[in-house]
């Protein structure tokens, strides 16, 4: 292993294993909910759906944050670091406050326009208040681990996150049922260990950075630097709308598998379930790669940035294709866990559960040729190019196949003079159709960033 690969696991492993936290910390919110009754699950499911509309948001600053001070690190430019710290972490808090006010005042509007139930509306809204009312400490946060990552400190934001959910797992057990002298909850008490959690890594974060034992360090001014403001958001910006287009076309996609029936739609949520699992490779070299192409370039080393990115492409390859040959070799063993078999329909959610990871399996390695070539643009601080192909790739190779090939067709026969058309009748392939297609745009979107990578004009991008 060469100096470039060992940087790259050296920040990727950290990441992998922040996620993997936050992907057990879900599992067990759903758990404790479920136990509460099907009016719970459906009253957080909804509220996280709300709460999921604002992350473009927060990923504006984070993205700008990130690709910057890797810049600035790499130029060894203290100063004008520590003033896109403070200035991202004033960005983040003042987006926050009106995301919070938006829960407050129009939760309640947004859950009966989903179709929600006034039963679950009330307890949804509920919810909502609470997880919103964290939500400036949690832009502040996720900026924070976003500018450490840029900087080359993976560490900190994965101690901070396993913290975080330690916190929050412990909390929902005592909240939600009430033991140990706590109120009972029920749902609500899930938002209020999420937001104790989100605070509690919020205030040893900024603990460690104002004391300097970190490698940032935050100085606090107290003042707003136009210019830098600037700069971050220019960045930013088109990650929040590329974000906000992947959100509306996941609603769209989703709204097209969920027509298949409620098998379908079960087999979709638990086959999405274990591929998150084995995709966690991929968001670990995606933070790395976009560390250290920034840092490359502020280093004026675009030729290092470059080879890192080539590393990164092999080293996921290898943990890509191992995933995909676990996935296409024993998809129904993955599966039967998240199943009971008492479940009428346990053969056929497992029969399709299983399809769907064999799809998506052969798709794997150019899924993680997504994460890191989107990372290294992201982080080279080129966050168009992304956003023109999320644009264009979803639309055109996801939904618009997944429609036409899960519902069929019919051209009706038709004379031209000479010429007689007899017709033609497609029929609808189902859910399948929609998987296949998911697919066909994971290998197009991979092949998109591969020719926008290869023109180079990344490597010259200002920031």
Not at 106 to 124: K, T
Not at 392 to 398: A, G, H, N, T
């Amino acid at each position: 292993m060469d100096e470039i690969q060992r940087r790259l696991w050296k920040l990727a492993w950290p990441a992998i294993m922040g996620n993997i936290s936050q992907t057990l910390l879900n599992i067990v919110d759903t758990i404790m909910v479920g136990h509460v009754g099907a009016l719970a699950i459906a009253a957080v499911g909804l509220g996280g759906q709300v709460s999921w509309f604002m992350m473009p948001i927060m990923a504006a600053v984070a993205t700008g944050s990130l690709a910057l001070i890797a810049r600035f690190v790499g130029a060894k430019d203290e100063e004008n670091a520590t003033l896109a710290l403070e200035q991202s972490l004033y960005l983040a808090f003042l987006l926050g406050v009106p995301v919070m006010l938006f829960g407050w005042l129009f939760g309640d509007d947004i859950l009966r326009i989903m179709g929600a139930s006034e039963s679950v509306v009330r307890l949804g809204y509920e919810y909502i208040k609470v997880l919103f009312a964290f939500y400036p400490i949690r832009f502040v946060s996720f900026t924070t681990m976003a500018a450490l990552r840029g900087a080359g400190d993976t560490k900190t934001p994965m101690k901070l996150g396993i913290l975080m959910n330690i916190i929050n797992a412990l909390l929902d057990y005592l909240l939600i049922f009430g033991k140990l002298g706590f109120p009972k909850l029920g749902p609500v008490g899930a938002a209020w260990a999420s937001g104790i959690g989100i605070t509690a890594a919020f205030l040893i974060g900024s603990y460690l950075l104002l004391s300097g034992r970190l490698v940032l360090r935050l100085k606090l001014s107290y003042s707003f630097h136009l210019e830098m403001a600037k700069r971050i958001l220019r960045v930013g910006i088109p990650t929040m709308v590329e974000r906000g287009l992947f959100s509306f076309y996941n609603f769209l996609y989703m709204s097209i598998v969920t027509r298949f029936g409620t098998v379908a739609l079960a087999a979709h949520q638990v086959g999405l379930r274990v591929e998150s699992i084995a995709y966690m490779p991929a968001f670990g070299f995606n933070v790395a790669t976009s560390a250290l192409v920034g840092q490359n370039l502020g280093a004026k080393r675009p030729d290092r940035a470059e080879r890192t990115v080539y590393e990164a492409l092999k080293m996921v390859g290898l943990f890509m294709t191992a995933m995909a040959f676990i996935l296409i070799a024993f998809p129904r063993y993955l599966v039967m866990p998240f199943l009971s078999s008492s479940d009428p329909n346990y053969s056929e959610v497992l029969r399709l559960a299983a399809i769907y990871l064999i799809i998506v399996g052969i798709s794997e390695i150019p899924l993680g040729w997504v994460f890191v070539l989107g990372g290294a643009l992201r982080g080279a601080g080129d966050t168009k190019s992304p956003m023109y192909i999320t644009a264009v790739s979803k639309l055109l190779f996801r939904i618009v196949p997944a429609y036409i090939l899960g519902f069929g067709f019919t051209i009706p026969a038709f004379d031209l003079g000479p010429l007689t058309f007899p017709g033609f009748t497609l029929h609808g392939l189902g859910v399948i159709a929609a998987w296949i297609a998911m697919s066909l745009e994971t290998f197009t979107t991979a092949g998109l960033l591969w020719y926008v990578f290869k023109r180079g004009k990344w490597k010259y991008v200002k920031v």
